[in-house]
């Protein structure tokens, strides 16, 4: 019989977590080390990524710090060939930094459209091609970036950026499929409404935060750790036969029509 519980097991392998000074990339590199993994928490916020390092320590775990700016390709590099100065092999690698300039096309200026790409996009791009040159060379390995369900779904002022999360879904698809031969998988976190340092601004606004809320089937919004949980099966063997796919994260958010209210009166 197959022990499960081990296939969750990440005990021996590391990990790079681009984007773990805070939110979902500080929970994922917290998960990651719980089951085990030896973690690079890496984050252009140093002292950040080194605070979420010492908390693992802390707890026992063995992390690392670095510094990078993940819209910096040589910057992302570099991250590449300090994990493989830390460690021996890079078994998993997620990325989850991300930008949203809130604009109306016709508002949005040529910087805006270059920050937003180069960060989102552009970031996700290099991303895989520094560690997936790690992971093909080594012959194993599981790559994880961040989408968003603003990459189906949308409201004014966020095309540009749904556009960015929703071209992170292809790349997933058509890397997994140039990497897949070597023992490499390929795939992404589709998150909805989180609570972090950087929605703040909205968690404290009561008739935004229950708004959104109200889209969600749980009608609430998620930790960051209920979503560093998917990032942590993906990692593992558990999602040995996962590649090329996107899990949303967004409770229940994708899978209707808007908010779910209205039950009552139908039931009547």
Same mark, same amino acid.
């Given at each position: 019989?197959?022990?499960?519980?081990?296939?969750?097991?990440?005990?021996?392998?590391?990990?790079?977590?681009?984007?773990? #000074?805070? =939110?979902?990339?500080?929970? %994922? @590199?917290?998960?990651? $080390? /719980?089951?085990?993994? &030896? *973690?690079?928490?890496?984050?252009?916020?140093?002292?950040?990524?080194?605070?979420?390092?010492?908390?693992?320590? #802390?707890? =026992?775990?063995?992390?690392? %710090? @670095?510094?990078?700016? $993940? /819209?910096?390709?040589? &910057? *992302?590099?570099?991250?590449?060939?300090?994990?493989?100065?830390?460690?021996?092999?890079?078994?998993?690698?997620?990325?989850?930094?991300?930008?949203?300039?809130?604009?109306?096309?016709?508002?949005?200026?040529?910087? &805006?459209?270059?920050?937003?790409?180069?960060?989102?996009?552009?970031?996700?791009?290099?991303?895989?091609?520094?560690?997936?040159?790690?992971?093909?060379?080594?012959?194993?390995?599981?790559?994880?970036?961040?989408?968003?369900?603003?990459?189906?779904?949308?409201?004014?002022?966020?095309?540009?950026?749904?556009?960015?999360?929703?071209?992170?879904?292809?790349?997933?698809?058509?890397?997994?499929?140039?990497?897949?031969?070597?023992?490499?998988?390929?795939?992404?976190?589709?998150?909805?409404?989180?609570?972090?340092?950087?929605?703040?601004?909205?968690?404290?606004?009561?008739?935004?935060?229950?708004?959104?809320?109200?889209?969600?089937?749980?009608?609430?919004?998620?930790?960051?750790?209920?979503?560093?949980?998917?990032?942590?099966?993906?990692?593992?063997?558990?999602?040995?036969?996962?590649?090329?796919?996107?899990?949303?994260?967004?409770?229940?958010?994708?899978?209707?029509?808007?908010?779910?209210?209205?039950?009552?009166?139908?039931?009547?």
């Amino acid at each position: 019989m197959t022990d499960y519980r081990k296939l969750f097991d990440l005990t021996g392998k590391t990990a790079v977590v681009l984007g773990a #000074a805070s =939110g979902i990339g500080k929970s %994922s @590199a917290e998960a990651l $080390a /719980s089951l085990g993994a &030896d *973690v690079m928490c890496a984050d252009l916020a140093a002292d950040g990524a080194e605070a979420t390092a010492a908390g693992i320590r #802390a707890n =026992g775990g063995l992390a690392v %710090s @670095a510094n990078c700016d $993940a /819209s910096s390709a040589s &910057d *992302v590099t570099a991250l590449a060939a300090t994990a493989m100065q830390k460690f021996p092999r890079v078994d998993i690698a997620v990325t989850t930094p991300g930008l949203n300039i809130r604009k109306t096309i016709l508002d949005y200026t040529e910087e &805006d459209l270059e920050r937003v790409i180069n960060l989102n996009l552009k970031g996700t791009v290099r991303f895989f091609q520094a560690f997936g040159r790690i992971m093909t060379k080594q012959q194993g390995g599981s790559l994880i970036a961040c989408s968003s369900v603003r990459a189906v779904t949308i409201e004014p002022g966020l095309a540009v950026y749904g556009s960015t999360k929703a071209a992170i879904g292809l790349l997933v698809k058509g890397f997994a499929s140039e990497v897949g031969r070597f023992g490499v998988r390929v795939n992404a976190i589709a998150p909805s409404i989180t609570e972090t340092a950087l929605t703040r601004p909205i968690t404290e606004r009561p008739e935004i935060y229950n708004l959104y809320a109200g889209h969600t089937v749980l009608n609430r919004w998620s930790h960051p750790d209920e979503v560093a949980t998917a990032v942590a099966y993906l990692a593992s063997d558990a999602a040995s036969y996962v590649s090329g796919s996107t899990l949303f994260v967004d409770g229940g958010w994708t899978g209707i029509d808007g908010p779910p209210t209205g039950l009552t009166q139908l039931a009547k």
